[in-house]
């Protein structure tokens, strides 16, 4: 959430919400005076009880701070129980107290100010002390919770800070506060409550185009979809109308960014099966339907076709609309809703039958970036272990590159991003230089070879300890131990304890020609070492290399035959030490493969965080 805040006043703020017809009752003052205390724990029924008046008939506001929601489905598995939570009129979809699917809203209460989270000033809106950071991450996470479990646009928060309290808004691009204002002495916060109760569910933010679908209705499209008891929504894109289950995908889960949603869905006219992504796309790049419409007017091979595409009418962080200005080295990005459908429905990449068909699918990917990149002049700018897909075809698994969202196509001339974008392990480590290098297609493929050590690390059959692996695998989240792991890519090869000789072999072929990337010269007087090296680093910034390497390991019939398939997919968490209690360190999420069983089909899998969904750092793009 670094850089994701940025001020307005109360005035500006509570337009957000509209002025609803009927009058706000008369305030009593002295009932919010009785709210301070020195014991946070003292705050929460005065609170209540003074906000009561203000909510619509069938609100409420219920003490959640000692009852976490079991299941809020955020971010590395945080439980919440925010200190205040509201809820509006419809039916609770459990017993919980604490039920994030639901919550409206949430007041997050501290005593003492060294909790406050924000400055005075907009270019110092976040405190730097831990108190504050802590603070700050209970929000995020709350914001997180309700966007993950519900279908959501934007929401609402309050943070009460003794006497003092602040407004919030959060959307995919990140969160407007307001100045603090003492609620004891101003009507702010009761207006807020007011206007935010009698407002219409799109209003309170709300994602009303996606419509729920009653049990036992479209029972056809339920069976395809093998959701018989499953929650089931219909959406429409473009012209036609959609049915879908729950999203198998998890980006969702990140507070702010694109926060993509895939779904196996079902067309409702020819109830063919297909995959619908929704999308919060970054303003200033093409639409993901006009680079595959690129893509297939040049032939490009191993891509999914598009049925139906289109913006769905929300914005985010756009100032202009929202009545606030940007802080000094703020990363706001305007986002757009967006959704697109494909024609197919594959399984992920790590569901490879064999290590040879594994490489295979890869190599089916790469060629397709090879033909996008020399023949349609685009460059793809987000490989990762989620954006290949295994797609069987006459009973062969064949890969398709998918997720074209950060394309740049080679006449795009002008800056589009501020900040890196792509998913953080398989980024090349050199664009996580300060200040980072112009991005170039050699960034992509070092990013396939990332993920081929990755992958074969996480899945393929080896003999490395669990703790070993977790080790391994932490690395290409690590900055600076991504560099020293491609340095040192000639001994990697042997460390990982592959069981097949084929893909031991190489592996460590790509390892030992791609280290050049990084060499110097052991002497810079040498005019014919320096010479060489550079020619051997120019070869690696162009497809052939890998090309060249894909075609001699696929042609060995040895290890075509070898019946290797994915190791079973366990894997042992290594827990990160905390400073404070907000800090998070990597982990690798396993998610029940049943859970996207759809028919017997499975989209593609994200095992592990992406930075592109986060966006977090500067970019010379």
Not at 293 to 307: A, S, T
Not at 324 to 336: G, K, L, Q, Y
Request: proline share 6%; hydrophobic share 35%.
């Amino acid at each position: 959430m670094r850089g994701k805040y940025t001020l307005v006043d109360v005035k500006t703020f509570l337009n957000y919400l509209p002025n609803p017809s009927t009058n706000m009752p008369s305030v009593d003052k002295s009932s919010f005076a009785k709210v301070p205390s020195p014991r946070e724990t003292e705050m929460y029924k005065p609170l209540i009880a003074a906000l009561h008046p203000f909510l619509k008939p069938g609100w409420t506001a219920v003490d959640t701070s000692n009852s976490a929601d079991p299941n809020p489905n955020v971010f590395m598995g945080h439980s919440i129980k925010p200190d205040i939570t509201i809820y509006s009129d419809q039916p609770p979809s459990n017993n919980n107290l604490c039920r994030a699917s639901d919550m409206e809203t949430f007041v997050e209460v501290k005593a003492l100010r060294i909790y406050e989270p924000f400055g005075k000033t907009i270019n110092k809106l976040e405190k730097p002390s831990g108190y504050a950071r802590d603070t700050r991450g209970q929000l995020a996470t709350y914001f997180a919770a309700m966007h993950a479990a519900q279908h959501r646009t934007h929401s609402f928060g309050v943070v009460v800070v003794g006497d003092t309290c602040r407004l919030l808004r959060h959307t995919r691009s990140g969160t407007t506060i307001t100045e603090s204002f003492r609620y004891a002495e101003t009507t702010h916060l009761q207006t807020f409550f007011w206007r935010l109760s009698h407002a219409k569910a799109k209003e309170r933010g709300t994602d009303v185009t996606f419509t729920r679908v009653a049990a036992g209705c479209s029972e056809s499209e339920r069976a395809i979809l093998d959701a018989r008891n499953d929650p089931m929504y219909r959406v429409t894109v473009g012209l036609h109308e959609y049915f879908v289950p729950e999203a198998f995908t998890r980006n969702h889960l990140y507070p702010v960014g694109r926060g993509t949603r895939c779904f196996v869905a079902v067309r409702s006219d020819t109830l063919q099966k297909c995959l619908l992504k929704d999308t919060w796309r970054l303003a200033g790049y093409h639409p993901e339907h006009e680079v595959y419409e690129k893509l297939h007017q040049h032939e490009v091979p191993n891509i999914p076709g598009v049925l139906d595409s289109g913006d769905v009418g929300h914005t985010c962080g756009d100032p202009s609309k929202g009545g606030w200005s940007v802080p000094v080295n703020a990363t706001i990005r305007e986002h757009i809703h967006y959704r697109i459908v494909f024609d197919v429905v594959g399984e992920p990449l790590s569901s490879f039958e064999s290590t040879h068909n594994l490489v295979s699918c890869m190599h089916d990917a790469f060629q397709a970036h090879y033909i996008a990149y020399t023949v349609a002049k685009v460059e793809h700018r987000d490989v990762s272990i989620g954006n290949i897909l295994a797609v069987k075809i006459a009973g062969i698994y064949r890969g398709l590159l998918i997720d074209w969202e950060l394309a740049r196509f080679g006449e795009d001339q002008t800056s589009r991003a501020y900040e890196r974008t792509g998913t953080r392990q398989f980024m090349a480590a050199r664009l996580f230089d300060d200040p980072p290098p112009t991005r170039n297609v050699g960034d992509d493929i070092e990013s396939f070879v990332l993920l081929l050590f990755w992958i074969a690390v996480r899945y393929a059959p080896n003999k490395i300890s669990d703790e070993k692996r977790s080790s391994f695998l932490e690395q290409f989240e690590n900055l600076q131990s991504k560099r020293n792991l491609i340095m040192v890519y000639r001994q990697s090869a042997q460390r990982l304890q592959l069981e097949t000789p084929g893909l031991l072999t190489f592996l460590a072929k790509i390892g030992c020609g791609y280290v050049d990337r990084y060499e110097v010269p052991i002497s810079f007087d040498d005019p014919q070492e320096v010479e060489e090296l550079a020619a051997k680093q120019l070869a690696l910034e162009k497809h052939d290399w890998l090309l060249d390497i894909f075609k001699t390991a696929l042609n060995n019939e040895v290890w075509k035959a070898t019946k290797d398939a994915a190791r079973v997919n366990t894997i042992k968490r290594v827990e990160a030490a905390k400073k404070r209690k907000m800090d998070a360190g990597p982990e690798y999420v396993i998610v029940d493969r049943n859970k996207r069983r759809r028919g017997g089909e499975r989209g593609p899998q994200l095992d592990s965080p992406s930075s592109s969904e986060l966006s977090e750092a500067p970019d010379s793009d």
